[in-house]
């Protein structure tokens, strides 16, 4: 999972919507189910969390917002960013 992350472009907020966006439809494609989808993205908040450039303002307040987030409060914000990248 590492590999896929690591190829994420973090460097602006308009190129890691469209990374996260095929991405999602990726799995989607294969069939993967939505809450399973919500689950990676929210695992993919977290490795983002940590490894986001956060000289783009973006990046920086989605790790501000994941650092104080609870769990659940995590899950919901990677359902919205999910529902965001791919507008279903």
Known sequence: MH???RKMDTSSWENWKA???QAVEFAEELGIPRDTVAELAQ???S???G???TSVSENRALKELWSVAT???QKV???LVT???TKH
């Open 3 to 5: 590999n896929i992350l």
């Open 19 to 21: 990374s996260l966006g």
């Open 43 to 45: 695992k993919f908040g």
């Open 47 to 49: 490795y983002l969390a």
């Open 51 to 53: 490894n986001a450039d």
């Open 71 to 73: 769990p659940e409060e």
């Open 77 to 79: 914000l990677a359902g």
């Open 83 to 85: 529902k965001l990248v």
